[in-house]
């Protein structure tokens, strides 16, 4: 590949908004973590935000954080998503799953932290810095399957980049949507299966968290792909064969 065919960090956000604008989506972004908790309770989620997002559950007013809205054209909320710092101190991310991984739990849910476990590569585990969570991704049904997720993540971490150069993004997902490809999507280069197993009171069986990670330079790199070519993967191959398979 050319030099010339890789963008940097505020190409990547102008490009996307382009494509996201021509796919019908209006987008709304902001700092005030109130404003994100009041417009994503008028959404259609399926389930409430994790409390890392959520202000009566978390520090998220005296952190750093960047949240994203999309809009239809009937100014209905399509897609909810966030980043925001998570305060390490002096300590790695393995010390946080250790003494603090109950501010990681999902949304809406009581967890029985005695018997949940939780582990890291060693790669992982030394995680320090000026470090970001990505979360609270919900996108509307009828919108889903195609280029948005791409373009919708890819600029939430181009954004984030520019304004707050973390020195790495992690994340949570469930094994589900990992293994329906949603870290490649958004460009995470490592994947960490089974990183969490909660134990929730009113549950027998386990739930996982998959973590995904990248350092800041790993997110350069592969947001230096042009948005167009993944608009063009799902707009213009994948769904027509999805259409007439």
């Known amino acids: 590949m050319q030099t010339s065919e890789l963008l940097n960090l505020q190409q990547v956000v102008t490009r996307c908004e382009t494509l996201i604008e021509s796919l019908g989506v209006c987008l709304q972004s902001g700092t005030d973590f109130e404003v994100f908790?009041?417009?994503?309770?008028?959404?259609?989620?399926?389930?409430?935000?994790?409390?890392?997002?959520?202000?009566?559950?978390?520090?998220?007013?005296?952190?750093?954080?960047?949240?994203?809205?999309?809009?239809?054209?009937?100014?209905?909320?399509?897609?909810?998503?966030?980043?925001?710092?998570?305060?390490?101190?002096?300590?790695?991310?393995?010390?946080?799953?250790?003494?603090?991984?109950?501010?990681?739990?999902?949304?809406?849910q009581q967890v029985d932290l005695y018997n949940t476990s939780w582990?890291?590569?060693?790669?992982?585990?030394?995680?320090?810095?000026?470090?970001?969570?990505?979360?609270?991704?919900?996108?509307?049904?009828?919108?889903?399957?195609?280029?948005?997720t791409c373009l919708f993540t890819r600029y939430l971490i181009a954004k984030t980049l520019l304004q707050f150069e973390p020195d790495y993004l992690i994340g949570l997902?469930?094994?589900?949507?990992?293994?329906?490809?949603?870290?490649?999507?958004?460009?995470?280069?490592?994947?960490?299966?089974r990183c969490i197993r909660w134990k929730f009171h009113d549950a027998e069986e386990l739930?996982?968290?998959?973590?995904?990670?990248?350092?800041?330079?790993?997110?350069?790199?592969?947001?230096a792909i042009p948005p167009e070519d993944f608009y063009t993967l799902f707009e213009k191959q994948v769904q027509p064969a999805l259409k007439t398979a």
């Open 37 to 108: 908790n009041y417009l994503a309770s008028d959404s259609d989620r399926e389930q409430p935000l994790d409390p890392i997002f959520r202000s009566v559950e978390s520090d998220i007013d005296m952190v750093d954080g960047l949240w994203l809205i999309g809009r239809d054209a009937n100014r209905e909320i399509v897609q909810t998503q966030a980043m925001r710092s998570i305060e390490l101190g002096e300590g790695n991310l393995a010390a946080f799953m250790q003494y603090r991984i109950n501010e990681l739990r999902p949304g809406g």
């Open 119 to 148: 582990r890291l590569s060693a790669s992982a585990q030394t995680i320090c810095g000026n470090v970001f969570y990505h979360g609270g991704l919900w996108i509307r049904k009828d919108f889903r399957g195609g280029s948005l």
């Open 173 to 193: 997902q469930s094994p589900f949507v990992s293994c329906r490809g949603l870290s490649a999507r958004e460009g995470y280069m490592h994947l960490e299966q």
């Open 207 to 223: 739930f996982e968290d998959w973590l995904v990670w990248m350092s800041k330079e790993e997110a350069e790199f592969n947001l």
